[in-house]
């Protein structure tokens, strides 16, 4: 069975303190890695998809990397508008598999201005 | 373009009412899928369809839920009998290729459903 595990369950950080959101798993064959930010009320938005290890993938203060038992999500420089809900998924690449994702339970990040 | 379009965006039935859940995924998009999220939890598969195909359903919690995607674009995900735990949030997410490929999934904004 596919499992995921973000921690912490829950960050606070000061605008500008850089830190890091992990992410580990265990499944038969990774097809892919995904990271999504979730606000409030709102669903899940794509932001970043890794598919092998040593591979890293950045979008404005975020970064992320990828071994073969974890993922993390860099955050530097934060500031409050990256407050959120970061959600770690993975996708199976094993014989019968779809394309589902399974998800972990998500790091709630908050960033005091 | 347009997104990943849900409604209703909030429903409260009462123990025992059946409700219906509509998902319009984003156009020419193949592959939909449907997930239960739970307050404080990630979101959870329920079932998943390849144009009008439903190839997985093995996420589904009872026969009480039931899903369609009769023509290979809008999905109805219907629950009959509602009962307390069938309270969280429904989330539908359509991507553009087939089952054997990495995509992205691009989520609606879901269906919060209560019920009472």
């Known amino acids: 069975e596919d499992q995921v595990t973000q921690s912490p369950e829950a960050l606070r950080l000061q605008e500008g303190e850089s830190s890091s959101l992990n992410c580990s798993y265990t499944?038969?064959?990774?097809?892919?890695l995904f990271w999504y930010r979730q606000d409030p009320g709102k669903g899940p938005e794509f932001l970043f998809t890794?598919?092998?290890a040593g591979e890293e993938k950045e979008k404005e203060r975020l970064k992320a990397t990828l071994t073969k038992k974890e993922s993390f999500l860099h955050i530097t420089a934060p500031k409050p508008e990256d407050s959120a809900t970061y959600l770690c998924?993975?996708?199976?690449?094993?014989?019968?598999?779809?394309?589902?994702?399974?998800f972990g339970k998500g790091i709630t990040l908050s960033v005091r201005p | 373009g347009a997104g990943v379009s849900q409604s209703p965006r909030y429903k409260v039935a009462k123990r025992g009412q059946d409700v219906a859940l509509r998902c319009d995924p984003i156009?020419?998009?193949?592959?939909l899928f449907w997930y239960q999220q739970a307050l404080g939890q990630g979101p959870e598969f329920l079932t998943y369809?390849?144009?009008?195909?439903?190839?997985?359903k093995s996420g589904l919690p009872s026969d009480r839920f039931f899903a369609e995607r009769p023509e290979g674009s809008v999905s109805t995900l219907k629950i009959q009998r509602t009962q307390q735990e069938d309270s969280a949030v429904y989330l539908c997410?359509?991507?553009?290729?087939?089952?054997?490929?990495?995509?992205?999934?691009?989520f609606g904004p879901g269906t919060r459903l209560t019920v009472l």
């Open positions: 499944v038969s064959g990774l097809r892919g």
């Open positions: 369809f390849q144009n009008e195909a439903q190839l997985d």
């Open positions: 998924a993975v996708q199976a690449s094993r014989r019968g598999a779809n394309s589902k994702l399974t």
């Open positions: 997410a359509s991507s553009a290729a087939g089952s054997r490929a990495t995509d992205t999934q691009y």
């Open positions: 156009s020419g998009h193949v592959s």
């Open positions: 890794l598919y092998s």
